[in-house]
C-alpha cells in the first residue's frame, strides 16, 4: 500500500509565476490536509479537503493560494503570482476520515523556492 | 486563536543522556498527537494521547498528557543517534475541523556520540 505521493519533491519558481503542488492521499483515505513549513519552524495547517469539497480552509492565506480536490485524481494547491516569502516546504497528509481520533499520514513534502 | 508552545525549542545532548521536551496549549485539547521529523525528512506520528493523565511508552519513548489536558511531555531514556530529528506536538482545536491539527514549533534534538 503506497503512502501518501507528492510532487514535485522540488519545485523552483521565479516571482510572479504560478506553483502547483500535487498530492495524492493514501489508498482509501479521503481526507486530504496541506501544512506549510518554514525552515526551522513548526507546520502551519492550512487546507483541509475531502473529495471535491473544502471543509476548512482557516489557514489559507486570503489572496493568490486556492485548493482543490476533486473526484479524479491528486489534490492540488495552487499558488499564483509565487513572492519569495512562499518558499518552504509544503505537507499535505491523509487520513481515512476526518475524526480527530485518527493519526495523519504525512507525504515526503515539495520544497518550493522562489528566486 | 489557539496556540501551542512546545519548549525547549532546540536540545543538545549526549548519546546516553535522558532528553524531555514539553507542550503547552492555550486551551483545553480533546487530544494530542507527537509526531518526529528527521532531518529532510516528513512528519511521522508517534502516539495520540487522549484521557486526562494519560501515559504512555513506546521503548525509550513516554508520553503524558496533563491532567487538564492542556499540555504535554515527552521524555526520551538514554538517547541515541538515532533519536535525532525534531519532535512537534500537535493539539486538536475544539473550535476548528474535526481533522485540525495546531502543531507546536517543536524541538530539534541533536545527539552527540
Known amino acids: 500500500n503506497a503512502g501518501v505521493m507528492q510532487n514535485p519533491r522540488h519545485l523552483v519558481r521565479r516571482r510572479g509565476q504560478e506553483a502547483r503542488l500535487r498530492c495524492s492521499p493514501m489508498?482509501?483515505?479521503?481526507?486530504v490536509y496541506w501544512y506549510r513549513q518554514l525552515p526551522e519552524e513548526g507546520l502551519k495547517f492550512m487546507v483541509y479537503?475531502?473529495?471535491?469539497?473544502?471543509?476548512?480552509e482557516s489557514g489559507m492565506p486570503k489572496e493568490r493560494f486556492s485548493a482543490e480536490f476533486p473526484k479524479e485524481g491528486p489534490s492540488i494547491l495552487r499558488i499564483q503570482q509565487v513572492v519569495r516569502g512562499d518558499s518552504a516546504a509544503y505537507f499535505c497528509?491523509?487520513?481515512?476520515?476526518?475524526?480527530?481520533?485518527?493519526?495523519?499520514?504525512f507525504g515526503p513534502g515539495t520544497r518550493l523556492t522562489v528566486l | 486563536g489557539q496556540q501551542v508552545m512546545q519548549i525547549p525549542q532546540y536540545q543538545h545532548v549526549q548519546e546516553g543522556e535522558d532528553f524531555t521536551t514539553y507542550c503547552n496549549s492555550s486551551?483545553?485539547?480533546?487530544?494530542i498527537q507527537w509526531y518526529k521529523q528527521r532531518p529532510g525528512g516528513h512528519p511521522v506520528f508517534l502516539i495520540q494521547?487522549?484521557?486526562?493523565?494519560e501515559v504512555k511508552k513506546q521503548k525509550r519513548l513516554t508520553f503524558q498528557f496533563g491532567e487538564a489536558k492542556k499540555n504535554s511531555s515527552l521524555h526520551i531514556t538514554a538517547t541515541q543517534t538515532t533519536d535525532v530529528g525534531t519532535y512537534f506536538c500537535?493539539?486538536?482545536?475544539?473550535?476548528?475541523?474535526?481533522?485540525?491539527?495546531?502543531f507546536g514549533k517543536g524541538t530539534k534534538l541533536s545527539v552527540k556520540p
Open positions: 497528509a491523509s487520513s481515512p476520515n476526518g475524526l480527530a481520533i485518527n493519526e495523519q499520514f
Open positions: 489508498k482509501g483515505h479521503s481526507h
Open positions: 479537503l475531502q473529495k471535491e469539497n473544502i471543509i476548512d
Open positions: 486551551t483545553t485539547l480533546s487530544n
Open positions: 494521547l487522549v484521557k486526562s493523565g
Open positions: 500537535a493539539g486538536i482545536n475544539y473550535g476548528g475541523s474535526q481533522g485540525n491539527l495546531i
